[in-house]
C-alpha cells in the first residue's frame, strides 16, 4: 500500500485513537485492552486493528495473555504493536533522508563530529529562545511529545519498573554507549526523530542529537541529557541534574 492510502487510513476517528493507543503502550496490545483504551465495542476494535494492520500500520501476531501455558492456557491471543516501517507524504515530492545521509556521510568522513556537535547545541539553545532552561520532567515530556520523541516517563530503579506516563508514542538506540545505569526518576524516548539516518551513522547522529538536546534543556538547569542507549529507543535520556539532587 502507499505510503499516501496507509496514512489516509487514519482519518476514521476510531481508527486514529486505536492507532495512538497500540502506539503509546509501546508494547503488545491485545483487542480488548485496545477496545477499552480507545473507548469502543470489541468486536469494532478488531475490526479497525485487522484494517491497520492490512495497511501497514500495525503488526499483528498471537500469544497467550494469561501468562500460563499447556492445557487450560486458554487459546492464544491477537495481539497488535507499531509496525517498524516509516510512512511520509511529501506534497510536491522531496527527498530531505538522501540530503541528510549524504550531509552525514560527508560530515563523518571530514572528522566534522566537533562542528556538528556545537552547530545542534546551538540549534537547541535557539529552539529554547530567551527562555529559562525548564524546571521540570513534566515539562520536559510536553516538549519532547511536541517535537516527536514519544516520550515516557520512568520510575527510578527498584520501583517497579515505568509509570507508564506517555507524552502522546521505533525510535533509535543503537548508536552511543551510555554512562553507566540510570537512578531515579528519567525520561526515555522510544521514538528517534532521526531514526533512518542515525541507523546508518550511530555516533555522529546519536552526539547530534545529544547535544541538540542538551542546547534544549540546558547543560547547568534542572534537567540534564545524557547517553543511554536501549535497543528500539532513542539513545538519549533526560533526567535531573546532580545540581538539583536533594
Do not use: W
Request: overall charge negative; proline content about 4%.
Amino acid at each position: 500500500m502507499k505510503d499516501i492510502d496507509a496514512i489516509a487510513m487514519l482519518q476514521d476517528p476510531v481508527r486514529r485513537r486505536l492507532y495512538e493507543y497500540v502506539v503509546a503502550q509501546g508494547r503488545e496490545v491485545g483487542r480488548n485492552e485496545a477496545a477499552e483504551g480507545a473507548g469502543v465495542a470489541r468486536t469494532l476494535a478488531a475490526h479497525h486493528l485487522d484494517k491497520l494492520t492490512e495497511a501497514g500500520l500495525l503488526e499483528s501476531g498471537s500469544r497467550r495473555l494469561t501468562g500460563r501455558s499447556g492445557p487450560g492456557a486458554g487459546r492464544p491471543a491477537k495481539v497488535y504493536t507499531r509496525a517498524a516501517g516509516e510512512r511520509a507524504v511529501s506534497l510536491p515530492g522531496r527527498d530531505y533522508r538522501t540530503a541528510a545521509e549524504l550531509l552525514a556521510e560527508a560530515a563523518e568522513e571530514a572528522g566534522l563530529d566537533a562542528g556538528l556537535t556545537a552547530a545542534a547545541r546551538r540549534r537547541g539553545e535557539a529552539l529554547r529562545g530567551s527562555a529559562e532552561p525548564c524546571g521540570g520532567l513534566d515539562e520536559a515530556m510536553a516538549i519532547l511529545a511536541a517535537r516527536g520523541y514519544e516520550p515516557r516517563l520512568e520510575a527510578a530503579e527498584g520501583d517497579g519498573g515505568a509509570e507508564g506516563e506517555d507524552g502522546g508514542a521505533a525510535g533509535d538506540g543503537g548508536g552511543a554507549e551510555g554512562e553507566g545505569a540510570v537512578s531515579g526518576a528519567v525520561i526515555r524516548m522510544r521514538n528517534c526523530p532521526f531514526h533512518s539516518v542515525a541507523e546508518a551513522f550511530p555516533p555522529l547522529v546519536c552526539g547530534m542529537n545529544l547535544a541538540l538536546l542538551e542546547g534544549l534543556f540546558g547543560v547547568d538547569g534542572p534537567l540534564r541529557a545524557r547517553m543511554d542507549a536501549r535497543p528500539g529507543e532513542c539513545c538519549v535520556v533526560i533526567l535531573a541534574s546532580k545540581n538539583n539532587e536533594h
